[in-house]
């Protein structure tokens, strides 16, 4: 099956067309996504989200909802689900929205599913641009999607979210002892012996 046929998709807001001047009377605030907060791991990046100043209220459409999947149009192309606590975020012109309404698809196992190998490599034939590199939403809704049960889905996002954990406690013990490292070495230069 496409993923077309799981979900509904839809490109973010052209911002520049309702960036706020100062001329304008009542002006929205919201925070943005930016391309910057698309996490390797599935997740959004907060600390990369931008504050947008519109001149009107913006479409419910273009807001972040629960179970979102934001798609990075422009490579590297990755996705990341919205969770409770990141909804109403504005969502721009380089980020495709996927909207499961299929009850037989968990928006993390998608999430995952276009975040793997197998998806990178059936979009990246379809990659257009020559400096910078993005794919088309129209290929985004072909991509085909090889579903198992759903109860498989959440033993594989069981699996992964482990995984995940994993290697963000092995990445904090690599900073943690290249820090200790530098630490030992700069005693050694400051007092030629290891303390």
Known sequence: M???DI????TGLVTARKKASAVDGDTYSYKAVTLKSFNRNGCLSVKYLDNFTSKEQINKNYLTQYNDILVRLREPNIAVLIDEDNI???IPSLVATVRVDSDSVDSKFLTYY???TTAKRALKSSITGTAINMIKTK???DLEIKLPSLEEQKKI???LDLTNKEIDLLEELK???EKYYAEVFNNILKN???K
Do not use: D, P, Y
């Open 2 to 4: 496409k993923l077309k």
């Open 7 to 10: 979900s509904n998709l839809r």
């Open 88 to 90: 109403n975020l504005l």
């Open 114 to 116: 276009l975040n793997s």
């Open 139 to 141: 290929e985004l809704e």
């Open 157 to 159: 996002v069981k699996f």
């Open 175 to 177: 900073n943690q002892k």
């Open 192 to 194: 030629g012996a290891i």
